[in-house]
């Protein structure tokens, strides 16, 4: 098919996270969804493997309207680090703690034990030798501070353009029915309501101008002066338009992405423009 097709897709939720260069201990999240993000939404509604090449999925043309942008919110963790008593168990499956503890505590007596400040991360679990029980390769002694950042109530209108209405199609027939669980960026955060919205003839900007606000927008359905942001993949590279979020594959060591160019609009909504019957 030669002309252009967009599939458009709902994405709101209490909570989404769309992390751009985060790591353990701090994880980011972009002001909107990512194309990688998004990629991998429907990668996993379609059943494909990680090691999967990804296809004309990689090759839509990407762009998002922020409806409801949301707040971001941080959400600070500590984890391990004080005293907790030791359990009969834990001296039996970790060597390392049972050699500490036992040094100074009287024998035979558990649960009024305190170790102080010990902590095995689960990141680093191993088979000891000797007995064949799970055990913490490397030990932490001091509690981890992580920091994990969100988008509060927000909504967006996310568009996939492409030529082949049929791929579209099996997407939005995919984010349906997935044959995964589906997730906001993070596992915390599950949609709510309907993804797959519609097909519609057009390009992304035509698609954005001529649906009404999601229902559940920041402004109330029939308000006047409403333009929304959006944001749409550039066809050719931009200077200082860059984002690191073009998915290569997605590997269970870690995914692969290059850069990817957009620019920003604000959408004029016609005023006949189609409205939404969705479950929120």
Same mark, same amino acid.
């Given at each position: ?174 984010? &349906?029915? !997935?044959?995964? /669980?589906?997730?906001? =960026?993070?596992?915390?955060? *599950?949609?709510?309501? @309907?993804?797959?919205?519609? $097909? ?32 749409? &993949?550039? !066809?050719?590279? /931009?200077?200082?338009? =860059?984002?690191?979020?073009? *998915?290569?594959?997605? @590997?269970?060591?870690?995914? $692969? ?24």
């Amino acid at each position: 098919m030669t002309g252009r097709h967009v599939l458009l897709i709902r994405l709101a939720a209490p909570l989404q996270s769309w992390g751009i260069a985060g790591r353990f201990a701090h994880r980011d999240t972009h002001s909107r969804p990512t194309k990688s993000g998004v990629i991998g939404l429907c990668a996993a509604a379609l059943g494909l493997d990680r090691e999967a090449p990804l296809g004309e999925l990689s090759e839509v043309r990407y762009g998002v309207r922020a409806d409801r942008p949301g707040v971001r919110v941080r959400d600070y963790q500590t984890v391990g680090g004080g005293t907790f008593p030791l359990r009969p168990r834990d001296l039996v499956t970790d060597h390392q703690r049972a050699a500490k503890a036992t040094a100074t505590a009287p024998p035979g007596v558990f649960g009024r034990v305190d170790l102080s400040a010990w902590y095995g991360s689960p990141k680093y679990v191993t088979t000891d030798p000797a007995s064949g029980a799970l055990v913490s390769k490397e030990v932490r002694r001091h509690a981890l501070i992580t920091e994990r950042w969100y988008l509060a109530d927000a909504a967006f209108l996310v568009g996939l353009e492409h030529a082949d209405q049929v791929l579209l199609m099996r997407v939005a027939h995919a984010l &349906e029915h !997935p044959k995964r /669980l589906l997730w906001l =960026g993070r596992k915390a955060c *599950p949609p709510t309501g @309907d993804l797959a919205l519609r $097909v519609v003839p057009g390009t992304l900007r035509e698609a954005f101008e001529s649906h009404a606000l999601l229902p559940d927008a920041a402004v109330p359905q029939g308000a006047t002066g409403a333009r929304p942001w959006a944001w749409i &993949e550039s !066809p050719r590279p /931009l200077p200082g338009a =860059g984002v690191p979020d073009q *998915p290569v594959r997605f @590997d269970t060591d870690g995914g $692969v992405h290059g850069l990817r160019w957009e620019t920003r609009h604000r959408i004029t909504i016609t005023p006949h423009a189609h409205g939404w019957d969705i479950i929120l």
